[in-house]
């Protein structure tokens, strides 16, 4: 084991509890040993005017799409957008997918994301290695409205969770059945009751990694909501081109589906742009907010504050850059930030943290600064002006993440 270490700075921002000015954090290998208030340890490494915060969390994002970016710009006609999208993923040559999963992130990391939640579409699922330099919950995309589609979209479902993987992976596997629009409710159904034994499984046995993390986009356009009630809109065109409208297959409302992953594990319901702030949602499941994809697409204010205040988990993703110019989680924190000043710094911190890694069922390991937990972390230069409020600070400042400390090894040094 190596020899224990401590590094000080300005401040040390844990998450988990407040914010320590000149604290101390050791760290023993790949973990954080302890961290105390000032004076308490002499410490062998002074950061200088910085906060250290845990490594950031992008709860959604679609690595496979990486290449995308600026090429199919969102518009308020979301349908046209997926079309955009599908015709790109069908004219990508056989390697790109992967060479984006990798390209992602590396942008990824280097802006201090050391936990990633990503979609895997069919061409990036084959070999599908991502670079070893944070986590990921690599969650399978399943697509099947009709009603044929459901089994073959089930046996790879089951043969993407059947790959080998240990408590020590860096990659663990999820099955994200992609929208209530483009998944049949037996499929959903299939999924949440794997969802439901795995979770069992694992907490009879204390085994985290055991769980099966699930992933779905829902209540992310008004046009979803009508088609789910109504059978109508603009989806009943797009999946009739793609020869996939099969309106027997859908649920009947998004609450339906909410119901139906209760006690399932880790699930992430994606965006849910125009769930009611009333809806119930059960404490295993979490919202994924996309705060710059959400507004390029122009859609009414997201009802954050209310899931919020009713202590609702909601974590922070950027989605994919089909959607948005990066995959920097702190630049999506501070456009919340700009666009929601009332939400507390504090607040937002936590969902681009420790809320992202509770959603991702893996907060044993990562999400704050916490003796016992994967010395994952980043340091971020501070501007020099007095500060009452650290959280505050960092996302007014503009400076960007100079270095990324993961399992206890830096892993960037941007100058
Ligand atoms: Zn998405």
């Not at 990503?118 to 009603?147: H, S």
């Not at 297959?249 to 880790?266: K, N, R, T, Y």
Request: glycine share 8%; net charge negative; aromatic share 6%.
């Amino acid at each position: 084991m190596a020899q224990p270490w401590t590094l000080t700075a300005r401040w040390l921002i844990p998450v988990d509890g407040p914010p320590l000015p000149g604290g101390t954090l050791t760290i023993a290998g790949e973990r954080i040993a302890a961290i105390e208030p000032h004076g308490q340890r002499t410490p062998d490494l002074d950061l200088g005017s910085v906060a250290v915060l845990p490594g950031f969390v992008n709860a959604h994002t679609h690595l496979d799409l990486t290449g995308m970016r600026g090429r199919c710009p969102p518009t308020p006609n979301f349908t046209d957008w997926l079309r955009g999208v599908v015709r790109h993923r069908r004219a990508r040559v056989p390697d790109l997918p992967a060479w984006n999963v990798f390209d992602g992130v590396t942008q990824a990391v280097r802006t201090g994301t050391t936990l990633l939640g990503d979609i895997v579409g069919a061409e990036a699922a084959n070999g599908y290695r991502p670079p070893e330099c944070c986590r990921v919950v690599a969650f399978r995309e399943l697509l099947g409205l009709p009603f044929e589609r459901i089994q073959p979209a089930w046996e790879t479902g089951v043969r993407w969770v059947k790959l080998p993987t240990d408590a020590t992976s860096l990659v663990r596997r999820g099955l994200s059945p992609h929208a209530p629009y483009s998944v049949h409710q037996l499929l959903f159904r299939q999924v949440a009751s794997r969802a439901r034994q795995q979770c069992a499984g694992s907490r009879e046995v204390g085994r985290p990694h055991l769980q099966l993390p699930v992933a779905i986009h829902l209540a992310e356009t008004r046009a979803e909501l009508d088609l789910l009630a109504e059978h109508r809109g603009p989806f009943v065109e797009f999946l009739t081109a793609l020869g996939a409208w099969n309106p027997d297959g859908l649920v009947s409302e998004p609450e339906q589906l909410i119901e139906m992953f209760a006690d399932a594990g880790p699930v992430l319901f994606v965006h849910g742009n125009y769930l009611d702030p009333a809806t119930a949602i059960p404490p295993n499941a979490s919202i994924v907010y996309c705060p710059r994809t959400h507004a390029a697409f122009g859609h009414a204010p997201h009802p954050l504050r209310e899931f919020l205040q009713r202590g609702l988990r909601v974590a922070l993703g950027t989605d994919s850059l089909a959607s948005n110019p990066d995959l920097d989680m702190l630049a999506e924190a501070r456009f919340l930030h700009r666009h929601c000043p009332d939400v507390p710094a504090a607040d937002v911190l936590r969902m681009m943290t420790l809320s992202g890694a509770e959603a991702l069922g893996w907060e044993a390991e990562t999400g704050s600064l916490t003796p016992g937990k994967s010395a994952d972390l980043v340091v971020l230069p501070l501007p020099d002006v007095d500060v009452v409020d650290p959280c505050a600070l960092v996302l007014q400042s503009a400076k960007s993440v100079y270095m990324v400390l993961f399992r206890g090894g830096w892993t960037v040094c941007d100058p």
